[in-house]
Nanobody, 121 residues
């Protein structure tokens, strides 16, 4: 399984970005997909996840601003990020999980390489 994340960049506070994560090498529809982020000097943290059936999960810090979605036909998951804040600056990574615990990075089996999101204030 390979995951390829893209869509990061530099944006001003209040702006928007959409991240994409393309999955290849395995049937996509039966697995959870998640986004995590890691800011410089901090531990990796959960951002959002989506189950194979479309159920969504968000961290409190992004709820109401970020939206996760998936296109099973394209084997791709998206993270629409609106109303970005400086504290959203981090490397964002997508991951695939076969288990039912979307919040915990240790339960994810495959990871993409990460894409940098920088929000200027």
């Amino acid at each position: 399984v390979q995951l390829q994340a893209s869509g990061g960049g530099l944006v001003q506070a209040g702006g928007s970005l959409r991240l994409s994560c393309a999955v290849s090498g395995r049937t996509f529809s039966s697995y959870h997909m998640g986004w995590f982020r890691q800011a410089r000097g901090k531990e990796r943290e959960f951002v959002a996840a989506i189950s194979w059936s479309g159920g969504t999960y968000y961290s409190d810090s992004v709820k109401g601003r970020f939206t996760i979605s998936r296109d099973n036909a394209k084997n791709t998951v998206y993270l629409q990020m609106n109303s970005l804040k400086a504290e959203d600056t981090a490397v964002y990574s997508c991951a695939l999980s076969y288990s039912g615990s979307p919040y915990y990075s240790a339960r994810y089996d495959y990871w993409g390489q990460g894409t940098q999101v920088t929000v200027s204030s």
